[in-house]
């Protein structure tokens, strides 16, 4: 499988650690594990190089948080562009003062759109709206029973003359029936292919008489290259408002998302997550983007790991890891950076690669830990904190009865300090490849 | 290649004349039909290729002929295998104009998709019933796959005889039904909501009573990482091995050409689940190019076998390596 990005960038920006810019080598070899990256998730080629080409052009001369490694850096600033690109986060529909407000739903064969009807369907429900499904697909076959069948789970009313009757016929008597069965017209139109011209008319003869408050595009997220031709067909033809991406319950990368942003302008409204009725979700730009990276959550941690960590303070510590000098008042103030950061275990589960981490295994400490570590710590002296090593029998009784714990308790920390010691040391000598936990390695 | 060339156990004198003609006006047809289907973009860069390629062979040619393989979904570690062996068939034999170095290109698209064993490419239907069992994820086009070859069978004098496999998509089975119709084949179904292994079962067992030759077993889309789903289908497979020996002699996965990259993660995982032994890409009339077999065939040795190109009975043929991978590059140019 895919190495997350930052392992892949790791391994060809070795040379800049911790400060100062980036240089045009570390950019260009970066750039090209970007592309690559970006290539496996299916983003259309020529995206890729238009958004490599701006991402380079941010990343030349960076200044890089001292909290970060060059890469991390730039993968910082790939999903900054990638979000930025991704739109805002905009999922309102269009409502017309003047009900029925008309949805049209548009995309090639088997991407989602049957379902996806009744999906908005359900959710307008929830809303307070009426709304009512409307068959306008006679060809595929059982395609208006299919959406019956849905119409009936949700109970939606379903306008179905059958397949005989002209689509643009019933798509205009739907919206009538619709003005009269509620507030809402949700039109389902048949599969077709965007270099279909016959049928692509046939869609803009809908558009034209049901006049849609609303197109939107249906696009399976496992779409690879073509997505952009096909998503540019349907804007020219229909004029789109917007995209609901399916399917993203698999492991596709989705990079497609991209694609068809790029080439439409329009914003992602949806995504479509399963195909119960309530798999349905409003778009995530920037969790789209660690997915499309590959990357889980490491994102959001980079993220936060700037806001979080007193970039000072960071490298104080880096300065003392370096000299072996790590106490427990370093101990706790680690805490509080990964406090401010969110809760210890949702950090490690961040970390790719962390559960099957032998160094890791012994020092995961669950949140109540934290408090009870604390406690440890505040009933040191200032020398036992400085210096653990003379932190005899006697002691831990005393530091067990004035934080209210156990020895045992005291035992398992002084266990985990020298731990947390071997590991970090182990960050800091670059032995272990991976994510480098902020403030605790250069 | 023939249908009889496909479908082992259909006997030449088996097939009316009809069909033959119709074969040869189809084989004139794909390859315009392909061609005509290419989109604007990327009719666009074939031509910039072939600009490209009269004044030689250079290295902005190749970083053309990968920009190529990438659009069409081939993916980055088979772009650069195809390329490498491209280089190093043309320095080899010394390339350095047009026409050999697009016949080179083709040949070495159809040498990664060619089986070493032709014989693994055809589906043998010799026994009697011979059952194929069509999966694959969501909306792919399994159903409407098995409505084209039943109706291909039939036209070839087999007797076909579908299952409604798919109890849990709404009017998955109505689809069928129509399917069936239209094909003037009998179906097996049970109400919605049952279990598929059930409905299986009794699929080939009335295949076996009523003397059909060929089961064709449909299977609701499921995406390969839903872990429930997969087993599910471990399931209906077990219950056709144990009731017919040998059985299924097919088990085909439905792959969409618009599929990217995570099409080699749905063969890898529907492979290991239920021993895939052949792809059906479907949507090939529209402007993707399907270059994820190129993958899939490459990584998994699984052979492709048919391609679908339309929402007809008809729109079903025989997967050629050579005529694929020129279709690849948008040439109508029948010596490239
Ligand atoms: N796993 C998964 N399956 C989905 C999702 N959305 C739709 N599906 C499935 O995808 C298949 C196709 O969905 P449909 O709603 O019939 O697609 P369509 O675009 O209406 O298809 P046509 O009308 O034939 O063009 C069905 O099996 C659905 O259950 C999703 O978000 N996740
Ligand atoms: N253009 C084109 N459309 C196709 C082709 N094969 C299938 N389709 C269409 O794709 C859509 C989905 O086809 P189905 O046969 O329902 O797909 P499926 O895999 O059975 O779908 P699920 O059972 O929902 O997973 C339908 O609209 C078909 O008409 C093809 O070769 N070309
Ligand atoms: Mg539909
Ligand atoms: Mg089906």
Known sequence: MFDALTDRLQGVMQSLKGHGKLTAEDVDAAMREIRLALLEADVNFKVVREFVAHVKERALGAEVMESLTPAQQVVKIVNEQLVELMGSSDSRLAFSGHPPTVILLAGLQGSGKTTTCAKLAKLLKKDGKSPVLIAADVYRPAAIDQLQTLGAQINVPVYAVGADVDPVDIARDGVKYAREHGDV??????????????????LVRIRDAVKPHNVLLVVDAMTGQDAVNAADEFRKHVDLDGVVLTKLDGDARGGAALSVRAVTGKPIKFVSTGEKLDDFDVFHPDRMASRILGMGD????????????DEKQAAEMEAKLRRAEFTFEDFLDQLKQVRKMGSLSSILGMLPGVPG????????????QIDRIEAMIFSMTAQERRHPDVIDGSRRRRIAG???TSIQDVNQLLKQYREMQKMLKAFSSGRMKGFHLPGMSG | MEWHEVFKGVAVGDVPAAVFEEEERER???????????????????DQLKAALYVGVDRRLYEQVEELLIAADVGVDGTIKVVDELERRCTAKKIESREPFMHELADVIAGVLRPEDPETQRIDVTARPTV???????????TTTIGKIAWRLKEMGKTPLVVAGDTFRAAAVEQLDVWAKRVDCE??????????AAVVYDGVAAARSRGADVVLIDTAGRLHTQVNLMRELEKVRRVIEKQLPGAPHETLLVIDATTGQNGLRQAQEFKQAVDVSGVVLTKLDGTAKGGIVVAIHETLGIPIKLIGIGEQLEDLRPFEPDVFARAIFGSDDESA
């Open chain 1, 402 to 404: 004035g934080s209210g």
């Open chain 1, 357 to 368: 981490m032998k160094e890791l295994k012994n020092v995961q400490v669950d949140d109540g």
């Open chain 2, 28 to 46: 004139r047809g794909l390859f315009g039909r392909l061609r005509r289907n290419l989109g604007k973009a990327r009719a666009v860069v074939a």
């Open chain 1, 298 to 309: 490491v994102l959001s941690l980079i993220e936060k790991a700037g806001e979080a960590i």
């Open chain 2, 187 to 196: 179906i097996v179904k049970q109400a919605k909501g049952g279990d598929p």
């Open chain 2, 132 to 142: 194929i069992l069509m999966v694959g994820v969501n909306g792919t086009g399994k």
């Open chain 1, 185 to 202: 017209a949700i039109v389902d139109t048949a599969g077709r292919l965007h270099i279909d011209e016959e049928l692509m008319g046939e």
